[in-house]
């Protein structure tokens, strides 16, 4: 979907769209409503909205907001079936609610009552024109006229920015009613079909049931470039072989209006917010129980609101026999890291490789979830296993010999470290992480100083806004004596990380070597100051910084061995 027909159907989508503010009949009331308000502001926690804004519902049994706030947080919880009769009571009370509509449109759907659905008061009971269109639409299919049916897509398709949107649909309606040669003919007319991985995979269908597999597996390789992962080579092996695939993408009319709420909060990832996204997704998995794709989006609206609890539950709800199986196991060990439970995502991963022993992104991400462990070994073997696996030349490539190249260097193998670097520079010669990762070392190595200044010089031209890059250049300039040249650049790198203690750190070093001593113990306490206690393993070292600060970064120096300032400078 582009970004016009996104910010199209999200603007027809949002009206109507109600926030509580609530009014509360007593104190008892207001105290769990404020309990349950704070739950959504601060973690859309909807267990928690939902458990004491009905609380408070019992205590004041006709708030309108309560309503609508209890609906809206059970619909996000995916239980429609305990948001349907509060959104009954809503109706009787004569009181407009897009998300009580939302609930008792699904309710209606769900058992096929696609008059009822024909004769709603649009002003009173509608979700929103897009939606109410497409929903339309499929009605009229429901109730068999077809030829309504067309009609009622074309309408929509006048619409500004959403004649994609609406004959996607057609097609999908056509292709449900076995018309493939129409279906195909509609995903002509919009450019060749639709930028969606879902879209695209109805179209290979519909070209299949046309005898056109040689067609479908060309468009696959374009619109997917070579490397399938094992949901998109099974569709590709069956197309092979010269199987004719079934058409599953909509098998009913009720699995159509799954896919009007499917693809509306697909089309809203990204341009709306993360709850009013997941409600859609809830209603098609409400609507549709194996459509995979809405399980997989509403699972990832839940980890990037913070719920990862509901996330992991949510990506279990796909069927290991699923062949989006692979894609539910990597996102749940995700919503794992991110919930600090490393070991068991770990788990899921190390079980995955053995399911998926020739996958690199299973490899991979084991790799980086071992990296950020600090477990620099088995990052490296499982960085070994997701290379052997990766075509030579492949986007992911450098990327993998990137993060090799890192746990190498923290295992103290330079020279495994440097060969990964360079051979993920020579396939991104202007990549600014690798340019200045290999810069940064080589400077705190003190080897290879005129490159490592020109590789971050690259670098910083390529991401100015980087604090760690430029902080690279100004560590850089530093080491090779330059320190004039040295605080402008450390001082951008602070403004841009003020928080970080080892940019402080440098800068008052820089400081210290241009004569400003009393502005380098500033920065040196600063960084003290950032210093997280629990990170033992940090790069700033807070019993150095606090050496320098007894007796001077001369004398530190000196203590270390290091050669003095002065030589640096090229003073006798």
């Known amino acids: 979907m582009n970004s016009i027909i996104r910010k199209a159907a999200l603007a027809v989508c949002l009206a109507g769209l109600t926030v509580p503010s ?3 009949a ?3 009331a207001a105290g769990a409503y404020l309990a349950g308000r704070q739950a959504a502001v601060y973690a859309s926690d909807f267990e928690v909205v939902a458990r004491y804004h009905t609380q408070a519902l019992q205590r004041d049994k006709n708030n309108p907001d309560l309503m609508e706030s209890v609906v809206q947080a059970q619909l996000s919880l995916g239980r429609i079936d305990r948001a349907l009769p509060i959104a009954q009571l809503m109706v009787e009370q004569d009181l407009r609610s897009q998300v ?8 209606q759907i769900k058992n096929s009552r696609f008059d009822r659905i024909l004769a709603r008061d649009l002003e009173a009971d509608g979700i929103g024109p897009l939606v109410d269109g497409l929903l339309d639409a499929w009605a009229y ?7 309504a049916a067309m009609a009622k897509f074309d309408e929509v398709s006048g619409q500004s920015g959403l004649r994609g949107f609406a004959m996607y649909h057609k097609a999908l309606a056509l292709g449900q009613t076995g018309s493939y040669a ?3 003919a509609v995903f002509q007319s919009i450019g060749g079909g639709p930028m969606t991985r879902r879209g695209a995979l109805a179209r290979v269908e519909i070209l299949s049931q046309l005898g056109r597999n040689s067609e479908a597996l060309e468009m696959m390789a374009t619109t997917f470039g070579a490397g399938f992962d094992p949901s998109l080579t099974s569709v590709a092996d069956r197309l092979a072989s010269r199987q004719r695939l079934p058409f599953t993408h909509v098998t009913s009319v009720s699995d159509g209006m799954a896919e009007v709420f499917f693809s509306v909060g697909a089309a809203l990832n990204g341009e709306a917010s993360d709850e009013y996204a997941l409600i859609y997704a809830r209603v098609a998995t409400y609507l549709r129980p194996d459509h995979i794709d809405a399980l997989l989006l509403s699972a990832d609206l839940l980890d990037e609101l913070g719920q990862y609890d509901l996330a992991v539950t949510t990506y279990k709800l796909v069927p290991p026999s699923s062949p989006d199986h692979h894609a539910a196991e990597l996102g749940r060990a995700e919503a794992l890291r991110r919930a600090a439970k490393p070991d068991a995502a770990i788990e899921v991963l190390e079980r995955l490789a053995l399911d998926y022993p020739t996958l690199p992104l299973v490899h991979s991400s084991l790799g980086d979830l071992f990296r950020q462990q600090e477990r620099y070994e088995e990052a490296a073997s499982a960085y070994d296993r997701a290379l052997q ?5 492949a986007p992911s490539q450098w990327f993998l010999l990137y993060a090799r190249g890192i746990a190498h260097e923290r295992l103290d193998d330079w020279p495994a470290a440097e060969a990964d670097f360079r051979k993920a520079l020579k396939l991104r010669p202007d990549q600014p992480q690798v340019l200045n990762y290999l810069g940064y070392s080589l400077v705190e190595k003190q080897i290879k100083l005129d490159e490592a200044l020109e590789m971050i010089e690259r670098a910083v031209a390529a991401r100015p806004e980087s604090g760690y890059i430029v902080d690279s250049l100004g560590w850089v300039l530093y080491r090779l004596g330059r320190y004039e040249e040295a605080v402008g650049h450390m001082e951008t790198a602070v403004e841009l990380m003020p928080v970080d203690p080892v940019v402080n750190d440098h800068l008052g070093d820089v400081y210290w070597a241009v004569g400003r001593k009393r502005e380098a113990e500033f920065q040196w306490k600063r960084a003290l100051s950032v210093i997280d206690p ?3 393993d940090g790069e700033a070292d807070p019993e150095r910084i606090r050496r320098k600060l007894q007796v001077g970064l001369d004398d530190v120096l000196a203590e270390e061995g290091a050669p003095p300032l002065k030589v640096a400078n090229g003073d006798d």
């Open 141 to 147: 299919l429901g109730t068999d006229d077809i030829d």
């Open 182 to 184: 129409e279906a195909e």
């Open 100 to 107: 009580a509509n939302m609930v008792l449109t699904a309710d």
């Open 22 to 24: 609530v009014t509360l």
């Open 26 to 28: 007593d104190s008892t």
């Open 389 to 393: 696996f990766t075509e030579e030349g």
């Open 534 to 536: 629990d990170d033992t």
